[in-house]
């Protein structure tokens, strides 16, 4: 008889959705502390031949988490515009890297934080990490392949990270602060 994640011990389960939370938790203080004492034009600010700008990114992976936490609960019809978008030769995708017009560092904060606990919450109650869903068509992702809750918490958590360290770099070339080291 093969063992299932299912078969497996609530504990066990327990404590692999505390180990995904303190994951994902620990990236998105990189992110959030390598913003710290920034101005909104500091934010806003590039520092390198790249078109990122700390805020920039704040956006974006607020945008993407709250897009894959949706994909989660709701499948590919959650992001078939964002697709859409995406694909679209005609779009502006540099909107995805700033912030709204108006939008201010300090909000864009209190938004990552909103839409990081309601995918904390997500983790916290979904029946189980096995449930999946069909990735939405786009040339990026492999025809027919379906992706779990817990992939998409590890690709959320890799895009933190990832993100963590454009971050890094872009705050040292402003004023020569470094999140780590």
């Given amino acids: 008889m093969t063992t299932t994640r299912s078969d497996l011990p609530a504990v066990v389960l327990d404590r692999e959705r505390e180990d995904l939370l303190e994951t994902i938790r620990r990236h998105r203080w990189f992110l959030a502390y390598t913003m710290q004492g920034l101005t909104d034009e500091q934010a806003a600010t590039r520092t390198t031949a790249s078109e990122l700008t700390l805020s920039g990114i704040l956006h974006h992976v607020t945008e993407a988490e709250a897009d894959w936490a949706d994909f989660i609960v709701n499948g590919p019809d959650a992001m078939t515009a964002e697709m ?3 694909m679209d030769p005609a779009t502006d995708h540099s909107v995805r890297w700033r912030l709204r017009d108006g939008q201010t560092l300090a909000e864009a904060l209190a938004e990552y934080t909103a839409v990081a606990e309601r995918t904390d919450e997500l983790i ?3 029946p189980s990490l096995d449930v999946d869903q069909p990735l939405p068509i786009a040339p990026w992702f492999e025809a027919d392949a379906r992706w779990s809750a817990r992939r998409v918490i590890l690709q959320l958590i890799a895009e933190i990270a990832q993100h963590s360290g454009h ?5 040292e070339s ?7 080291g």
């Fill in 84 to 86: 859409a978008r995406w």
């Fill in 124 to 126: 916290r109650s979904l």
């Fill in 167 to 171: 971050a890094d770099i872009i705050r």
């Fill in 174 to 180: 402003l004023d020569g602060q470094k999140t780590m």
